[in-house]
């Protein structure tokens, strides 16, 4: 089982920037974030595996960047001009051994943070 505690959510005008991070408890080889907006079904964002090879969704490719410090089991997900439709709240996942940007492939979850990009 690991534990993984999500940091960095918070409240953004349209085209705005913000960082989020991820502690976990121990070393996964895949990590993800994930994000789910209200009425809506869990969506996967991005996915990196310990060897920093990543994966987009197609809405978020070039505006988002995932990124891991695997020193200190550490996630990042830098977001760049963020839209309304990016809203919701996201979600870390860890313990996939296919890193695919699907949900149930991935047993461990963080309680998520809270992202809200007012137009």
């Known amino acids: 089982q690991v534990q993984l505690v999500e940091s960095g959510g918070g409240s953004v005008q349209a085209g705005g920037s913000l960082k989020l991070s991820c502690g976990a408890s121990t070393y996964t080889y895949c990590m993800a974030w994930f994000r789910q907006a209200p009425g809506k079904e869990r969506e996967g964002v991005a996915t990196?595996?310990?060897?920093?090879?990543?994966a987009y969704a197609d809405s978020v490719k070039v505006r988002f960047t995932i990124s891991r410090e695997n020193a200190k089991n550490t996630l990042y997900l830098q977001m760049n001009s963020l839209k309304p439709e990016d809203t919701g709240m996201y979600y870390c996942?860890?313990?996939?051994?296919?890193?695919?940007?699907?949900?149930?492939?991935?047993?461990?979850w963080g309680q998520g943070t809270q992202v809200t990009v007012s137009s």
């Open positions: 990196i595996n310990s060897s920093g090879r990543t």
């Open positions: 996942a860890a313990g996939s051994w296919t890193c695919a940007l699907t949900s149930n492939t991935y047993p461990n």
